[in-house]
């Protein structure tokens, strides 16, 4: 599987994808917000759906889709989450 970072890399660097988790029992999940118009209605449910299993998540929103997460940010949901899902929509 080869995995593209979409954020005009130059010379691209080969990663591997990690492996996806079996159960969310414990974990940690943080729902990203690329502030798209509607992403958040997508997010706003899914926050309901873990709920409703007892999963603890975490929300956050980019300040804006058109330019790369800022590491702040970046380095917050690395300390505060397990796994992301990030939103896309329009």
């Known amino acids: 599987m080869i995995v593209l970072d979409p954020t005009?890399?130059?010379s691209p660097v080969r990663r591997e994808p990690l492996r996806r988790r079996s159960?969310?029992?414990?974990?940690?999940?943080?729902?990203?917000?690329?502030?798209?118009?509607?992403?958040?209605v997508f997010l706003d449910r899914l926050e309901s759906l873990f709920a409703g299993r007892g999963v603890t998540v975490r929300r956050y929103v980019k300040p804006t889709f058109t330019k790369p997460m800022p590491p702040d940010l970046r380095r917050e949901i690395a300390t505060e989450c397990d796994v992301v899902i990030e939103a896309l929509a329009d």
């Open 8 to 10: 005009d890399e130059r």
């Open 23 to 40: 159960v969310l029992d414990g974990v940690r999940v943080g729902l990203l917000d690329i502030a798209k118009p509607r992403g958040d």
